[in-house]
C-alpha cells in the first residue's frame, strides 16, 4: 500500500540533534552533539530508595491513571521549592505537571497562537521550540543575541515594526539563563526592558527554565518570572537536568485560564503525565535529596566546562566561543569562509560530532556556528575532541 500523509507532516523534519546521537555509538566517536546529562549526576541510589519507599507506601496511586494537571502533593512541593529556589510565589493550582518540557513547548504555541500567526524568538533559539511552531505552521521574527543575551533593544524595534504593519505577535519566547544553545544570560536591566515591552504591547512571554539551578560561576540573576507583577510570564521547568531526563517530567506555571486551555488540549495529547515519575519527583523534593544532589551536579559539571574552555583557549585559532556561567552549551562562531555543516563529514570522518548552529534558528542561519555540550563526555574526551575539532577546522580551511 503507498500511504498517503498530512500537509502538516510536510512541515516537520527529523532534529539534526537526533541525527547526531546515532554518531554517539560509533567506536572511537567522541560527540559533542546531544544535549544529554552526564550519567553520573543521576542519583541512582536515592532513586533506588525512593523507588521501594514508593512501591511500599503508594504503588496503588503511583501505579493507576492521573490526573490531567498532575500530582497534588508534588506541585505543592513545588511550589515550596520554586519559592525556595527561584522566589517565584506560585499557588500549586497555577502548576501543570508535563511530561518533559517538550510537552509544554509544543502546547503553549498551540493555546496562545494559530496557524499563520507571527512569535517572537531568540535567535539561535531551541530547536524544540522550532519544530513545535513548524508543526503548528506558526510564523516567527527573530531578535539575535549578544554576551548579555536577547538584544532587548532590536527587540523593541520588532515589535514596533509589526505593529505598524498591523502584526501582533502572540508570545515572546525566550531562555534567558544559560541559553541553549549560545550559553549566554540575559542582564536584569534586559529582563526588566523585556518585561516592560510585552506589557506595553501586551504580549505574553514563555520562560523556559531548563538550566537556572546548574549555575557554576557568577551571581544568580532572579527569572522573568519572579520579576513579573503583571501575570505576563508562563514559565517552564523540568526535572531532567537535576534528576533524571529519562523520568521525563516537567511543569509549567502559568495562570489559570492558560492551564484551563492546556488541561483540555493535554487531554488530547496524553490524558496525563506519568504518575510513577510524578511520585519519584516528588519524594525527590520532599526528602530535600533535591537539595543535595543539586551541588553535587554542578561540582561535576563546573569541572567540565572549565576543561572545555581550557582546551579551546589551547587549541582553537580564528575562531570565538561563549563562556556560560551555567548550563550544558557553549556556542562557538567560526571564520565566516567556514560551512559548519559542509564540515560535518570532514568531522565526522575525524571522529568527533558537534551539531551545526543553523539547526537552531527559523530564519536567515548563520553558517559558521556550532553548538557544542560539555557535560556529557569524559574530562580526556573532552580534551581529546577539541582537538580533534581543532584539526578538523584546520583541515577545512586547507581545502577552501
Do not use: C
Not at 532513586?47 to 503508594?58: F, P, R, V
Not at 502533593?73 to 521549592?81: S, V
Not at 549566554?184 to 506589557?199: F, G, V
Amino acid at each position: 500500500m503507498k500511504y498517503e500523509f498530512s500537509d502538516n507532516m510536510k512541515n516537520l523534519k527529523s532534529s539534526e540533534i537526533r541525527e547526531l546521537l546515532k554518531y554517539a555509538h560509533v567506536p572511537g566517536m567522541i560527540s559533542f552533539g546531544g544535549g544529554l546529562p552526564n550519567p553520573e549526576s543521576f542519583p541512582t541510589e536515592e532513586l533506588k530508595s525512593i523507588l521501594d519507599d514508593i512501591m511500599e507506601n503508594y504503588a496503588s496511586s503511583a501505579l493507576q491513571y492521573g490526573e490531567t494537571e498532575g500530582l497534588s502533593e508534588l506541585k505543592e512541593q513545588l511550589a515550596e521549592y520554586l519559592k525556595r529556589d527561584e522566589n517565584i510565589n506560585v499557588k500549586p493550582e497555577n502548576i501543570m505537571l508535563t511530561t518533559g518540557s517538550q510537552q509544554a513547548l509544543y502546547a503553549l504555541p498551540i493555546i496562545f497562537a494559530n496557524p499563520g500567526d507571527y512569535v517572537i524568538t531568540e535567535a539561535p533559539t531551541y530547536v524544540g521550540m522550532l519544530s513545535s511552531l513548524n508543526a503548528s505552521q506558526i510564523k516567527s521574527v527573530s531578535v539575535g543575541l549578544d554576551d548579555q543575551g536577547m538584544i532587548v533593544s532590536n527587540l523593541e524595534e520588532r515589535l514596533k515594526d509589526l505593529k505598524s504593519k498591523g502584526i501582533k505577535p502572540r508570545f515572546i519566547y525566550t531562555i534567558p539563563t544559560f541559553q541553549n544553545p549560545a550559553g549566554y544570560t540575559m542582564t536584569l536591566d534586559r529582563r526588566k526592558y523585556l518585561l516592560e515591552l510585552a506589557e506595553q504591547y501586551n504580549v505574553p512571554i514563555i520562560e523556559d527554565n531548563p538550566y537556572g539551578d546548574l549555575r557554576y560561576s557568577g551571581q544568580k540573576i532572579p527569572t522573568l518570572k519572579s520579576l513579573d507583577k503583571n501575570d505576563m510570564v508562563s514559565y517552564l521547568g523540568t526535572f531532567s537536568k537535576i534528576m533524571a531526563p529519562g523520568l521525563r517530567t516537567g511543569f509549567t506555571v502559568s495562570q489559570p485560564e492558560v492551564l484551563q486551555e492546556f488541561d483540555k488540549l493535554k487531554q488530547a495529547m496524553d490524558l496525563a503525565t506519568n504518575s510513577l515519575s510524578q511520585y519519584i519527583a516528588y519524594e525527590y523534593i520532599r526528602k530535600g535529596i533535591i537539595y543535595r544532589q543539586i551541588p553535587k551536579t554542578i561540582d561535576l559539571y563546573r569541572r567540565k566546562r572549565d576543561i572545555m574552555l581550557e582546551a579551546l583557549d589551547d587549541e582553537m585559532e580564528d575562531a570565538t566561543w561563549s563562556r556560560p556561567d551555567g548550563g550544558m552549551f557553549l556556542w562557538v562562531k567560526l571564520s565566516k569562509d567556514i560551512d559548519a555543516l559542509k564540515m560535518l563529514k570532514r568531522a565526522i570522518n575525524n571522529k568527533i560530532a558537534y551539531v551545526t548552529g543553523s539547526a537552531f534558528y527559523h530564519n536567515e542561519p548563520e553558517l559558521n556556528t556550532m553548538r557544542l555540550n560539555f557535560t556529557y563526555s569524559s574530562d580526556e574526551d573532552i580534551k581529546e575532541g577539541v582537538k580533534r575539532l581543532a584539526k578538523t577546522i584546520r583541515e577545512e580551511k586547507q581545502s577552501l
